[in-house]
């Protein structure tokens, strides 16, 4: 089942947010004695982010592109059969701006499939690969070529600006 993801606006009257907070208030011990919790009397927006189907309004902009998990007996198996460069993406579940590039790294693996492969790997299931190329800060991207690193950035970037990346590096490399 494929769960497309969006936002949209929406506002929740004061007296359903503030009945919401006087209920969390009145079930925890540590505020139900404090007489100084006071609670916004507006109105607040709030924003939804998941949705089972996309909206007919707002389509899908970019195909759903499915992961292909595959096996191999090993890390640097995968890196030494690849016909191309791969960009392998070091995350962790927890960390925020990791979370923040998948849909990014599904655009350029469907924009650059005739360039580069594109792996993921969880830093937290696999902490011996992540110690080997010395990952210590998330995410961190390291594009390797005839099984060696070739280019290593780090931080989150655009779809653009991760392609150009890519590019460049590949073209001055070569």
Known sequence: ????????????PSSKYNNLFAAAASSSSSFSNSSSLKFPLQ????TWV?????SPSRPRLLPLVKAKKQTFSSFDDLLTNSDKPVLVDFY????GPCQFMAPILNEVSTQLKDTIQVVKIDTEKYPSIANKYKIEALPTFIIFKDG???DRFEGALSADQLIQRI???LKVKQ
């Open 1 to 12: 089942m494929a769960v497309s993801v969006w936002a949209s606006s929406s506002t929740i």
């Open 43 to 46: 109105r607040l927006p709030v």
């Open 50 to 54: 998941c949705s089972p189907s996309p």
């Open 92 to 95: 962790a579940t927890w960390c």
């Open 148 to 150: 060696e690193p070739y």
């Open 167 to 169: 590019e460049n590096s």
